[in-house]
Nanobody, 122 residues
Framework: QVQLVESGGGLVQAGGSLRLSCAPS????????MAWFRQVPGKEREFVAA????????EYVDSVKGRFTISRDDAKNMVYLQMNSLKPEDTAVYYC???????????????WGRGTQVTVSS
């Protein structure tokens, strides 16, 4: 079975940083584009960032561009989201996802993690 396990979430003050990690099992990261989404209770799940299978192409939602960086370490079979200059509006559950090709829509992703909570205080 495929599992994506997120870690690295927690409580941080506004302006601080966190690095989220995604550790897949049952799939090899080199075969998938990887992405991060986030969700606040009562709202739609929102695309945050994605990286292509090659690692050459990345895409970000405008609200995080310049602050967040998605990366992959295929030798370790890991995906990361470095989050800097965090704002209270970044508070959400963050989910790791995998797809055959880079995309920004939920429907295009095949596998999902269970999420990790990020809380940014003001």
């Amino acid at each position: 079975q495929v599992q994506l396990v997120e870690s690295g979430g927690g409580l941080v003050q506004a302006g601080g940083s966190l690095r989220l990690s995604c550790a897949p099992s049952g799939l090899t990261t080199t075969r998938y584009a990887m992405a991060w989404f986030r969700q606040v209770p009562g709202k739609e799940r929102e695309f945050v960032a994605a990286i292509s299978r090659s690692g050459v192409y990345t895409e970000y939602v405008d609200s995080v561009k310049g602050r967040f960086t998605i990366s992959r370490d295929d030798a370790k079979n890991m995906v990361y989201l470095q989050m800097n200059s965090l704002k209270p509006e970044d508070t959400a559950v963050y989910y790791c996802a995998a797809a055959r090709l880079l995309a920004t829509a939920q429907k295009d992703y095949n596998y999902w993690g269970r999420g990790t909570q990020v809380t940014v205080s003001s």
